[in-house]
């Protein structure tokens, strides 16, 4: 006959203690190993993405490969390849054929962005803008006189800017930044570093825009890799949290809690008229207009006086550019014709084609996103006030009568509202 496990009646209850203790323990091993396993997935995940996005040792290998072999040049080039006072600490990028890294110049912090090889047709899901060439840095080849060289500018300009009748300007001011050495000449070097820059939206915008106060300033360039002023906040609002906690947080519940994080009112004000200048700055600029396609919180930041910088102009683009590229692309729907995230047109049903006009101007993307940010803890003397003339410039269309004047009347009611309630605090 076969024993008991537990023959007495009075060994029962510690035989049933020991059974549970094993249960709890099994239990336990279980949900450890499984956070292991969790844990290490989401970590390997992580670091893949991470890899893929951040490969900045390979964007310098190419550029500095390049210039030591003399095919470009640039005033960052010794200090990035030779002397490497110039180093990237860390890393922003979002996509990997856009590197963009936190970064110290010798003393000075910048931020530095480097374009990494993309496929030759223009993609609209993606990018804009032509990636490099086949042979990285082919043009101008040798021989080519300045004089040639000019040429090639200005019919880049004209393509991508429209027939501006101040374009030859534009081409003059784009050979005093390529000489970077400020020796009087342009060498072959510079100009194949300022024939690839000038590809990118985002460098051309800078330079138009150099002088006015909320476009970052250009530090220096070497090849298609540049190197502009630092921000100290680089999120219009917002705390930077580990990756690790970013994931188990909800976005809806992330925007909530970002609104919380945000400087006072008054500076908050500061910031959103920042916005609406840099908004003037690229409607009708001196060299066309420009539309902004990602007005997002992560592409905005601000300095220590609370005045507005921007972060990532890459998805600025000349209006005549993307009329250009968008009007014949083919569509089922109003999704189909859409670049970036803000810059919209319909679709034309009779023809499958997208048109070319852009639905909504800048400024009502602007007033979208300031909606919330200026309406939250807004003093309750100007609330209702400010919430009438934001829905007003929100309901903004390219497409009504007088846009321009209504554009230019909305823009100076927000901005001397704002201005009247804080222009006699500290925070002005």
Not at 32 to 55: A, D, K
């Amino acid at each position: 006959m076969a024993r008991s496990l537990c023959p007495g009646a009075w060994l029962r209850k510690p035989c049933y203690l020991q059974a549970r203790f094993s249960y709890v323990r099994m239990k336990y091993l279980f949900f450890s190993w499984l956070v292991v396993f969790v844990g290490s997935w989401i970590i390997y995940v992580q670091y893949s993405t991470y890899t893929e996005l951040c490969r900045g040792k390979d964007c310098k290998k190419i550029i500095c490969d390049k210039y030591k072999t003399g095919v470009i040049d640039g005033p960052a080039c010794n200090s990035l390849c030779v002397t490497e006072t110039l180093y990237f600490g860390k890393c922003l990028s979002t996509k990997p054929n856009n590197q963009m890294y936190l970064g110290i110049w010798g003393n000075l912090p910048g931020v530095v962005k480097c374009q990494m090889e993309q496929a030759l047709h223009l993609d609209f899901g993606t990018e804009l803008e032509p990636r490099k060439e086949i042979v990285l840095f082919d043009k101008p080849t040798r021989g080519t006189t300045v004089q040639k060289f000019k040429e090639m500018v200005y019919s880049l300009f004209k393509a991508k800017l429209g027939d501006q009748g101040n374009l030859s300007e534009l081409v003059n001011l784009i050979l005093t930044v390529a000489d970077g050495d400020k020796d009087g000449q342009v060498s072959l070097g510079e100009a194949k570093s300022a024939w690839a820059l000038l590809q990118l939206n985002e460098f051309l915008l800078m330079v138009i825009l150099q002088d006015k106060e909320h476009t970052p300033k250009l530090m220096g360039f070497c090849g298609d890799l540049y190197v502009m002023e630092s921000v100290e906040y680089t999120s219009l609002y917002g705390i930077s949290l580990p990756w690790v906690i970013e994931l188990f947080i909800p976005s809806g519940f992330r925007r909530s809690m970002d609104q919380l994080f945000t400087p006072s009112w008054p500076r908050k004000a500061k910031i959103a008229i920042g916005l609406l200048e840099f908004v003037e700055d690229v409607f009708h600029g001196p060299y066309g207009n420009f539309l902004m396609c990602d007005i997002s919180a992560k592409n905005l930041g601000y300095n220590d006086k609370y005045d507005l910088k921007m972060v990532d102009m890459r998805k600025i683009v000349p209006e005549t550019n993307l009329k250009e590229l968008i009007k014949d692309r083919h569509c089922e729907s109003d999704l189909d014709c859409v670049y970036g995230t803000d810059c919209r047109t319909s679709c034309d049903q009779s023809t499958m084609k997208c048109t070319s006009e852009v639905i909504q101007p800048n400024l009502a993307k602007a007033c979208q996103l300031l909606k919330d940010y200026l309406l939250r803890g807004a003093p309750s003397e100007i609330r209702e006030e400010l919430e009438k003339q934001l829905y007003s410039c929100i309901a903004l269309k390219v497409t009504a009568n007088q846009m321009e004047m209504e554009h230019s009347l909305i823009l100076n009611n927000l901005k001397t509202l704002l201005w009247k309630k804080i222009s006699y605090t500290n925070d002005s």
